[in-house]
Nanobody, 127 residues
Framework: QLQLVESGGALVQPGGSLRLSCAASGFRLTYYAIGWFRQAPGKEREGVSCISSSGGSTNYADSVKGRFTISRDNAKNTVYLQMNSLKYEDTAVYYC????????????????????WGKGTLVTVSS
């Protein structure tokens, strides 16, 4: 069965850190750009970050630049999202997704190339 599984979501205080993981099963992530998206309660889904298949290119939403870092370990078939200096507004369900293209789209919100979605992991930033 082809699937992406996110993990690492938790309740964290403002200013804290989390690392999300996105593991693939049934297929290799090696050939795909991988994106992280999030959806907060009552809001539309938004793109957070993307990493190319080689890991050589990344992009970020303005709201997370300087705080979040995306990386990948193709040998482990896993992509990570390191989130630092978390804010209340980062509260959301975070999804990873595989794009059939090896490069990231021009904007992180682009999802027309997504062929696999994970089911999400909840991040709650609260004091």
């Amino acid at each position: 069965q082809l699937q992406l599984v996110e993990s690492g979501g938790a309740l964290v205080q403002p200013g804290g850190s989390l690392r999300l993981s996105c593991a693939a099963s049934g297929f290799r992530l090696t050939y795909y750009a991988i994106g992280w998206f999030r959806q907060a309660p009552g809001k539309e889904r938004e793109g957070v970050s993307c990493i190319s298949s080689s890991g050589g290119s990344t992009n970020y939403a303005d709201s997370v630049k300087g705080r979040f870092t995306i990386s990948r370990d193709n040998a482990k078939n896993t992509v990570y999202l390191q989130m630092n200096s978390l804010k209340y507004e980062d509260t959301a369900v975070y999804y990873c997704a595989a794009d059939y293209r090896s490069r990231c789209a021009a904007t992180v919100d682009t999802s027309d190339g997504i062929i696999y979605w994970g089911k999400g992991t909840l991040v709650t930033v609260s004091s």
